[in-house]
């Protein structure tokens, strides 16, 4: 069995910082891909930041400058720094990842069960 274990979200005042860490746990083979979406009330989920294997970057347009995203391939983990947060980037955070397990080795795509970002002064 896999679980992405997320941890970080928080209060923070405009302006502040956060880290958020998902670390993918159990039998895994591979990683692809890691990413986090954030889903605000009453709005859509998106796409906030991934990273390749290979440690290509992507990032939301409402993000780029302020947020960095990075892995660990030994533990697992992907990391978002969040900087210079914005009221609007308020949500729930989700880490995101395509994996395939020691047992059945077919790419799936797995979720974490979030982590809550306000803020807020």
């Known amino acids: 069995q896999v679980q992405l274990v997320e941890s970080g979200g928080g209060l923070v005042q405009p302006g502040g910082s956060l880290r958020l860490s998902c670390a993918a746990v159990?039998?895994?083979?591979?990683?692809?891909?890691m990413g986090w979406y954030r889903q605000a009330p009453g709005k859509q989920r998106e796409l906030v930041a991934a990273?390749?294997?290979?440690?290509?970057?992507t990032y939301a347009d409402s993000v780029k400058g302020r947020f960095t995203i990075s892995r660990d391939h030994a533990k697992n983990t992907v990391y978002l720094q969040m900087n210079s947060l914005k009221p609007e980037d308020t949500a729930v955070y989700y880490c995101?990842?395509?994996?395939?397990?020691?047992?059945?080795?077919?790419?799936?795509?797995?979720w974490g069960q979030g982590t809550r970002v306000t803020v807020s002064s």
């Open positions: 159990g039998s895994i083979s591979s990683i692809y891909t």
């Open positions: 990273i390749t294997s290979g440690g290509t970057t």
């Open positions: 995101n990842t395509d994996l395939a397990t020691l047992f059945s080795r077919i790419r799936t795509n797995y």
